[in-house]
């Protein structure tokens, strides 16, 4: 089962390092997937993505405080804005761009009512 949770783990890793490339993608959450699934198949391998420089601060936040500091909330929102106008200017389907538009402001509202530092 071990080596279940830590495949788990660098899936999700390579799915947060696509995130960070594609709008649709989102990092954080399987950021935070990544470091269930490495507490549970590999101390090294959780204590390693806890404390990377770059992807360990959005997790220690999480975990420690559960705040989302400001300008990863701007970033997030910056991104949905853009993903939407890009959905616009594709001319996809108005059913669509209403799904999306309603799971980004579902998105929206959980990331803004956070707290921050």
Same mark, same amino acid.
């Given at each position: 089962?071990?080596?279940?949770?830590?495949?788990?783990?660098?899936?999700?890793?390579?799915?947060?390092?696509?995130? =960070?490339?594609?709008?649709?993608?989102?990092?954080?959450?399987?950021?935070?997937?990544?470091?269930?699934?490495?507490?549970? $198949?590999? *101390? %090294?391998?959780?204590?390693?993505?806890?404390?990377?420089?770059?992807?360990?601060?959005?997790? %220690?936040?999480?975990?420690?405080? +559960? =705040?989302?500091? %400001?300008?990863? +909330? !701007? #970033?997030?929102?910056?991104? #949905?804005?853009?993903?939407?106008?890009?959905?616009?200017?594709?001319?996809?389907?108005?059913?669509?761009?209403? =799904?999306?538009?309603?799971?980004?402001? $579902?998105? !929206?509202?959980?990331?803004? %009512?956070?707290? *921050?530092?």
């Amino acid at each position: 089962m071990k080596y279940i949770w830590i495949a788990g783990g660098w899936l999700c890793v390579g799915l947060a390092l696509l995130g =960070i490339a594609l709008p649709l993608l989102p990092t954080t959450p399987f950021l935070l997937l990544a470091a269930l699934c490495f507490s549970r $198949g590999s *101390e %090294r391998l959780y204590a390693w993505l806890i404390y990377h420089p770059k992807l360990g601060p959005p997790i %220690r936040d999480w975990q420690t405080n +559960k =705040i989302i500091r %400001r300008p990863v +909330k !701007l #970033m997030a929102t910056v991104t #949905m804005i853009g993903v939407l106008l890009l959905s616009f200017a594709l001319d996809l389907a108005f059913g669509v761009i209403a =799904i999306q538009a309603a799971v980004m402001a $579902g998105v !929206l509202v959980f990331i803004w %009512r956070q707290r *921050e530092v």
